[in-house]
């Protein structure tokens, strides 16, 4: 599946490999910065197409097999876009040409101090005023938070009786007055991408900053969540290759031939090979316009465990070497595959629900 894209593939490794130096990832990974250069590099030499999902996930991969935090800190200054392409209006599509061009850093922010697994649960408010809506709450661990110039909001814009009823999308600019970040630091993982906590204190917005219908932003915000499981599946397996890769390195180096480690290796590559699998089947779905949520999620639930096993195999294969910076962060990367765009849990209660309806 997607051979028709391997000299992409090709391009996308070769940039990874010459510009993913140990020592940048190394260092980015320590000073917790996100490495703009870098974004604005890989903008000049056409490594994201936005505009063609199967070559972003594919991207995604390539560079996340090298390092995950560079990987995915190029990579998500476009996280919330398909919002927009979607279902924006003129203007906000205008905007967005401006982020796919490198002008503008975009974020979305559905998370909040109270939760982020109960979308519909969110205490955000968007209240309409006249021919306004005033945005007031807060928002928790949003990507590009501190550095974005806009940002995709889910609020409540009304109290009705289904909870999945009242939420709205907007367009928020971030230099509104009332509109505050602050960049959480110590990250376990992905320590090249920024992360913050937003505050919203009276933001007026205008009409045209709701993106699509009122009262419709939850059902946008889970056909956004299809798209976007597809690509953290993505980030999953690269990150799996990668340990296997450093594995693999180790095996043959220092010509290891027990069978215990034979075993792993096997083990590993047979988890990865399902990823793969599971992954361009639910993205050869989705990007027919066909999205099947269960194959999607399970892409998602299977491959961050994959990440997660890979990455320890790695750990516990290369021993006492594998504390060194290059092992340790790819396994202090992978954890957060179980956790964003839907914990694991949450993933299984999506296909457990998808199999209890099906025949
Ligand atoms: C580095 C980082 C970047 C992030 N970037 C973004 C971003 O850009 N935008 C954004 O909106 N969010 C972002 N998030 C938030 C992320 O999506 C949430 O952390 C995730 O959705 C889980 O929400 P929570 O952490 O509030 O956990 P909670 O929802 O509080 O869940 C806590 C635990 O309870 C479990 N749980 C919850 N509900 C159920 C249930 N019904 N059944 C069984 N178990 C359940 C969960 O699986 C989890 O183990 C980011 C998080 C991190 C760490």
Redesign the pocket.
Known sequence: MFEEYDEYRNKIREFALKEFTEEMAAEYDRKEEYPDELRKKSLSLGIIDMQNPAKVMIAIEELCRVDAGLGIAVTTPY?GSEVIMLFGNDRQKEILQDVYKGKYIL?????EPS????VAGLKTTAMKQGNKYILNGS??????GAIADYLVVLARTSEDPNPHHGLSTFLVNTKSKGFNANKLVD?LG?RA?N?AELQFNNIELNEDDLIGEEGKGFYYIMMFFNISRIYVAAQSLGIAIGALDRIKSYIKENDIKDEDSMFRLSDVGTHIEATRQMTYNAASYLFEFKPKPELTSMAKAYGSETAVYAAESAMEMLGDKSLYEDVQRIFRNAK?ME????????EK?VIARYILKGE
């Open positions: 996280f974020g979305l922010a559905v998370t939760g982020g697994s109960d928002k928790m661990f949003i990507t590009n990250k992905v991408t992360t957060i956790i964003w765009e839907g914990t694991s849990e949450i209660l």
